[in-house]
Every structure is written in structure tokens, then in C-alpha cells.
Nanobody
Framework: VQLQAFGGGLVQAGGSLRLSCVVS????????TGWFRQAPGKEREFVAS?????????YYADSVKGRFTISRDNAKNTVYLQMNSLKPEDTAVYYC????????????????????WGKGTLVTVSS
């Protein structure tokens, strides 16, 4: 399984960006997928997740709730992260990830632990 994230860039505070992540393979629909980020000098942290199947359940970190929206398009094997009202503290490398254990009931959309990671895409928010 390979994940490829893109869509990062430089944006001013208050602006918006949409990240995309394409997941290879024919089992995308069985993965809970999510986004994590790592700011300079900090540990990687969870941002948002969406459950396998139709994506009826989502979960967000408190720091992004109300500003970011995660969605998925199973026909395109793609998960999106729409980021609005961006703040300088959102500056980080953003990684997409997939968890195949939710399907088996071992994890949930709120407790996803990735089995697969993509390479990151850098988001820089200027003040």
C-alpha cells in the first residue's frame, strides 16, 4: 500500500488549503484514513480521521475542530483535508495514514493507529 500526499504550500494566516492523499490498491474502502502533522521541534500529532466504508464518522483534534474538514472519495482512492482559517501554529509537515485494523474492530476512527504512512507535504502559514 502506498500513500501519496500533495497540496501543501505557503498561505497567509486566515487562508485555506486543501490537501489530498491518493492511496494505491483496491482495498482503500476498507481503511480508516487520517491526517497527522509534525511541526519543527515537536512530535507528530493526530489531526483528523475518517472511518472506512462510506466515511460516515469523523474525528478531529481539538486544535482543528471547526476549521478543518476531512472527507474521502472511494471512487478515486483519495482522502482530503480541507483547511480553513489557517493559523501560523498550523505550520507543519502533514502526513496521511491508513489503518486496516478498524475493519476488524481492533481500533476505531477515534483511536486509529496507522499501518501505512505517506510521505509528508509541507504547509507553511505566514502571519
Amino acid at each position: 500500500v502506498q500513500l501519496q500526499a500533495f497540496g501543501g504550500g505557503l498561505v497567509q494566516a486566515g487562508g485555506s488549503l486543501r490537501l489530498s492523499c491518493v492511496v494505491s490498491g483496491r482495498t482503500f474502502i476498507t481503511y480508516t484514513t487520517g491526517w497527522f502533522r509534525q511541526a519543527p521541534g515537536k512530535e507528530r500529532e493526530f489531526v483528523a480521521s475518517i472511518n472506512w466504508g462510506g466515511g460516515s464518522s469523523t474525528y478531529y483534534a481539538d486544535s482543528v475542530k471547526g476549521r478543518f474538514t476531512i472527507s474521502r472519495d472511494n471512487a478515486k482512492n483519495t482522502v482530503y483535508l480541507q483547511m480553513n482559517s489557517l493559523k501560523p501554529e498550523d505550520t507543519a509537515v502533514y502526513y496521511c495514514a491508513a489503518d486496516q485494523k478498524t475493519l476488524m474492530g481492533l481500533t476505531s476512527v477515534a483511536t486509529m493507529t496507522p499501518d501505512y504512512w505517506g510521505k509528508g507535504t509541507l504547509v507553511t502559514v505566514s502571519s
